[in-house]
C-alpha cells in the first residue's frame, strides 16, 4: 500500500512495484487517515508512508498501524526530508524502514522485501548518522547487565552486541564460532523478550541502554 498526497509519485511508484512479479500494489492514499483505513482493510503486507500528509501525517498514521495487535503489516516510511527527528521517531515507534524519495529503484523494491521478510533496511546515509548519534548520547554502561536486558541469557547479550554493531548472522556465527541457525534462533529469542520488531529497534535499544557504547565497525550500516 502506497500512501502520498502527490498523486504522480503514487503513481510513479505503482509502476516500479507492480512491474516486479512478486510485489502487488493494492492500495493507494493521499493522506495518512485513508492510509490507516486502507491498511486495517486490505491488510497489505507492506505500507510505504510519506512522513509530511494531510489529515494525519505518515509518523502518526505509523503509530496506529504498528500499535494494532491485528495487523501484521510493516511500514516504510519515506521523505524529501533528512531529518534526525523525524528518523528516530519512526525507528522507536516500529518502522521496518526509512527511504529518502529519491532513492534509486532498487532500493526501494529491496526496501519493500526486505520490510515483507520481517527485517529492515534503511538509507545508508542515514544510518551512519543514526548510529552516530546513538553512540554519542547512549547511557552509559558501568558494570552489569542493563535492567532492560535481564531476561536475556550471557550468551544472547553476546549476540546483541555483535548485532548492534551490524554484523550479519553468518559474522556473528563466525565470531562467536556457532552455527548460523543457532544464531538466527539467539536473534528471534531476544526479539521475543524484548517486543522487538526487527534489527533496527535492536540497535537503538542496545545504544540507549549502554550495551554497546562505540559506533558500528565499517560496512555494518546498510543492512540494519
Known sequence: MIADDQGLLRAGFRVILDA?????????????????????RRRPDVALLDIRMPE?????????????????????????????????????????????????????????????AGDALIAPSITRRLIAEFARTARPHHSGTPPELAELTARELDVLRLLARGLSNAEIADRLILGENTIKTHVGRIFSKLGLRDRVQAVVLAYETGLVERELTPGGDEHS
Open 56 to 116: 494525519l501525517d505518515g509518523l502518526s498514521a505509523a503509530k496506529r498501524i504498528l500499535s494494532d495487535p491485528s495487523l501484521s503489516t510493516a511500514v516504510v516510511m519515506l521523505t524529501t526530508f533528512d531529518v534526525n527527528e523525524y528518523i528516530y521517531e519512526a525507528l522507536r515507534i516500529g518502522a521496518s524502514g526509512f527511504l529518502l524519495k529519491d532513492t534509486p529503484a532498487d532500493r526501494l523494491l529491496d526496501a519493500v522485501r526486505v520490510a515483507a
Open 20 to 40: 516486479e512479479p512478486d510485489i502487488e500494489v493494492i492500495g493507494e492514499a493521499p493522506d495518512g487517515r485513508a492510509a490507516v483505513d486502507i491498511v486495517t
